[in-house]
């Protein structure tokens, strides 16, 4: 069935499920309910909790696997988030972790 095209396995590429999960952890910050999110998070300011954490408006994501092994996924991703900074008004807005790249290098 398959190389007729009536079925189509899932997931779709090995990357799949690990841009998924990087997507959800987003997904659980814009619904307001970030508990699952927070599993997933490491480095988070003790700020970004004290109030419930900022509300995420809305968000983009570019994610690209750079590299998947049975072991473990790497990506890069790009983010564009709206952040409600009105929950969190001791936030810091400001990144203080390592230098970010430019852009996501193509090939990983």
Same mark, same amino acid.
């Given at each position: ?10 997931? #779709? ?31 988070? *300011? ?16 570019? *994610? ?24 969190? *008004? ?7 972790? #390592? #230098? ?9």
């Amino acid at each position: 069935m398959a190389r007729t095209g009536i079925f189509v396995g899932f997931p #779709p590429d090995p990357g799949y499920d690990s841009v998924n999960a990087l997507r959800q952890v987003f997904e659980g910050l814009q619904c307001g309910q970030p508990s699952w999110s927070v599993r997933f998070m490491t480095g988070v *300011p003790g700020a970004f909790w004290a109030t419930g954490g900022p509300s995420l408006a809305s968000f983009t994501l570019r *994610p690209r696997v750079v590299s998947l092994d049975a072991n473990e996924a790497r990506l890069a991703f790009q983010l564009n988030a709206v952040i409600d900074l009105r929950r969190a *008004p001791g936030l810091s807005t400001r990144y203080d972790g #390592p #230098p970010l790249p430019e852009e996501v290098p193509a090939g990983g």
